[in-house]
């Protein structure tokens, strides 16, 4: 079985870019968060959505967005990219949107802003 | 405000010993606690979690302990292994409105040594 995947490994872009990071849930999976993870930190969550709608956020600014669509994929959109910006980004499905569920984890998205 | 607190950056241990991971939180909220393993460039892979209506669970080398009154959870690796050499991330969760979100501690780096 496919676990979740990420799109693409990395990405390099330059300050005030806009950037857009895919995700695909396990199979079955209708809950994705995303978490921005920074060096020396634990990942730090941005946004969950669950059957398509955003269920919660982060204390992150509006130039971070996110979708999940029909198919429950996901991206994370992050305009107007500050240097600060450049983190692991982690995408993580489970199957349901409650309390005590396990995350199952993508590998991950390092971007790096120049 | 860290709500979720590993305060041992590091810990070596040798192999065929026992690794003891530390984890306090401060949110009476969270009721649902897990540890994820972390290796460089990869995300975090689902170890263990453990219910607040328990105080211990196993799995195979890993178990899990809750010690609710002292908000404080324990890793217990027996035997540890070289393989077991990574970041360690302990998370919690709690229904906060209509999300739930995974809480992270900064890491405890273990190192197995032969």
């Known amino acids: 079985d496919a676990g979740v995947t990420q799109s693409p490994t990395h990405l390099i872009k330059t300050r005030g870019q806009q950037v857009t990071l895919r995700c695909s849930p396990i199979s079955g999976h209708k809950s994705v968060s995303w978490y921005q993870q920074v060096l020396g930190q634990g990942p730090q969550f941005i946004f969950q959505?669950?059957?398509?709608?955003?269920?919660g956020r982060g204390n992150f600014p509006d130039r971070f967005s996110a979708r999940q669509f029909p198919n429950y994929s996901s991206e994370l959109n992050v305009n107007a990219l500050l240097l600060g910006d450049s983190a692991l980004y982690l995408c993580?499905?489970?199957?349901?949107?409650?309390?005590?569920?396990?995350?199952?984890f993508g590998q991950g998205t390092r971007l790096t802003v120049v | 405000d860290q709500q979720v607190k590993q305060n041992s950056p590091s810990l070596s241990v040798q192999e065929g010993r026992i690794s003891i991971l530390n984890c306090d939180y401060t949110n009476s909220m969270f009721d649902y606690f897990l540890w994820y393993k972390k290796y460089p460039a990869e995300g975090p892979t689902f170890l263990i979690s453990?219910?607040?209506?328990?105080d211990k669970n196993e799995d195979g080398r890993f178990t899990v302990f809750l010690n609710k009154s002292a908000k404080h959870l324990s890793l217990h690796i027996v035997p540890s292994q070289p393989g077991d050499s990574a970041v360690y991330f302990c998370a919690a969760s709690g229904y906060t409105g209509t999300a739930s979100k995974l809480t992270f501690g900064t890491g405890t780096r273990l190192q197995v040594t032969l």
């Open positions: 453990i219910s607040s209506i328990k």
């Open positions: 959505y669950y059957e398509k709608e955003e269920r």
């Open positions: 993580a499905s489970s199957f349901r949107d409650l309390e005590g569920t396990e995350a199952f």
